[in-house]
């Protein structure tokens, strides 16, 4: 595994930490970053990638590229819609020169073995006809983030266009699990063992990557500057649990837990689906807030909630939900379905639509006691570790 994307720094010791002089600023410092991914750097919801992005800008110069934008996004939700008046122009924000390319269609998984050929098709010419600015931005950058769902197509051009550059993959889902085009696999099949670095949060996603000697594993972060925010509790109520995200969202979790827990107040935040007639009196919806005032609302939590709507999801997520690490960092014992508990002693599991099984969990979460069930990087030791993973021991895969 190489460690270029840095200046020197002394070896990290068995806990992950550097164990001479070296400082996280070092790290990457003074290079050119360009980040592609469909999220968009301004939207207001975050993903682990923003936070990553965040980071490098401390570092050098980052742009942030946001793919697979097109007047098709409006009839799926797309979380970018507000920023269609921002589209392809480059704008600031933060210290990242942000773009969103929006083109009349993007290329999609058809879901038809039938219409693989035209699918192919739609992805070639998506990447034959690249926005000039992409093209520039990947002549220009030092070092290129691809971020797991379709911006693998774009590798064979960022290094036919500069040969030199250094590329790191970061995994935030599994290609199958997130139900990419069969083009999409096949140009990260051909890319992975040729990519410098290929991050991925979570041990389960390690069999899923075709390559391994590039491989480092490096978990989600978290801005441990949240735990000093002095914001005060936005609950009037003396029991609350708060929900944050729309991800595999499931309304009837709250239909049977707001009957049953008469005496917990619930808040939903941003989860892309109106106030439901079965909810209870003791359930308030909010649409999507800031980061920064949805953390007071989970830190101020008595319980925090990732209601996904089965026990079919990807394993993966035990370690990755971003919305049950920061529950996790708060202290907040949470209430998940079974499969995503992991060894997590601070959640509580249930299966979804079994209404005395979501009793139960939510009784266990209001006994259980305020601390956290493990050790959270910062998102500086995270980036540390994506762009230096031969630095630091704590990264390795077992063979």
Known sequence: MESAIHKPVARAGSNGTPSGPARARHIGAGLRYLVLSAHDYRSPRKANIHFIARELAKRGETRFFSLRYSLLSRHKRDPRLSLDDHANRVEKRDGVECYL??????????????????????????????????????????????????????????????????????????????????????????????????????????????????????????????????????????????????????????????????????????????????????????????????????????????????????????????KLIQYDFFGVPAVCPHAVVGGYASRFGYKPGDGVSVEQAINQALQAPHESARQHLSWSEVTDRILAPAEFDDVRVAP
């Open 101 to 322: 390319w929006k083109t009349p269609i993007h290329p999609f998984n058809t879901r038809r073995p039938d219409l693989r050929k035209l699918e192919d098709l739609m992805f070639r010419g998506y990447v034959a006809l690249a926005s000039r600015v992409l093209k520039r931005w990947l002549s220009e950058a030092d070092v290129v983030v691809f971020e797991s769902g379709v911006s693998p197509v774009f590798f064979e051009l960022a290094k036919r266009l500069n040969p030199r550059v250094r590329t790191v993959y970061i995994a935030s889902d599994d290609l199958d699990t997130i139900e990419v085009a069969d083009f999409v696999k096949e140009a990260f099949r051909k890319a992975a063992t040729r990519m410098d670095t290929i991050r991925v949060p979570s041990r389960t996603l390690v069999d899923t990557i075709p390559s391994q000697g590039n491989i480092a594993l490096v978990p989600h972060g978290i801005d441990h500057t949240l735990a000093s925010n002095g914001a005060p509790s936005p609950y009037r109520d003396a029991l609350n649990a708060v929900s944050v995200g729309s991800m595999l969202f499931d309304s009837t979790f709250f239909a049977e837990a707001s009957h049953r827990f008469p005496n917990v107040h619930f808040h939903i935040i941003g989860c892309g689906q109106p106030h439901h007639p079965s909810y209870g009196p003791n359930i308030t919806v909010y649409d999507e807030m800031p980061h920064e005032e949805t953390v007071r609302y989970i830190r101020h939590a008595d319980i925090g909630i990732a209601p996904y709507r089965s026990e079919a999801v990807p394993a993966y997520l035990a370690d990755t939900s971003m």
